[in-house]
């Protein structure tokens, strides 16, 4: 239910009568989210978090109200009708052109109201290759590094030296006898 405010309607609860959900899959997964997607004007709106945390390395919020949303080296601007004062976990965004833009394949399903997302899969790891030993191996490279010398013992000559540290002082003895 919206809820009066000074300045209006408050802009974080969302308007009745709220438009049918629409679940969100990513890779055969059903994404739980607290907050459900939803279809208008025919784009697919699901809150930024936490679909977009999960697929991208970064987002963050610029201070001209756009979205950054960041992954494998691809940044997506994503402007803002309205000034944004809401928190990410309950701002919409279209999400299909940003996950396409992204990389993502996006798929709706009308009929099942579900919003099927696919990542691209890894490439394939290379394997290293085996050592061979009579293959060429890369040079040493010469390093200076200065040999250790002993430390030459101290050879004493002359008179001895005196004491450095004082020795304590005996108890001082009073003539008077201590009760005990």
Partial sequence: MNRPIRR?????????????????????????????????QGRVYAPISPLLRLLADRVWLERGGALIVERDGRRVRVPFARHFDADLDVSYVAVGPVLRALGEGVRYSARARTLDVRTPGAGAVARPTPFDAARPQAPARAVFTPEPVATPRPVWSGPPLPRRTPLPAPPRRSGRRQIR
Avoid: E, H, M, N
């Fill in 8 to 40: 209006g309607i408050s802009c974080k609860v969302p308007v009745f009568p709220p438009a049918a959900s629409v679940a969100i899959t990513v890779d055969g997964q059903r994404l739980a989210t607290y907050v459900r997607a939803y279809v208008a």
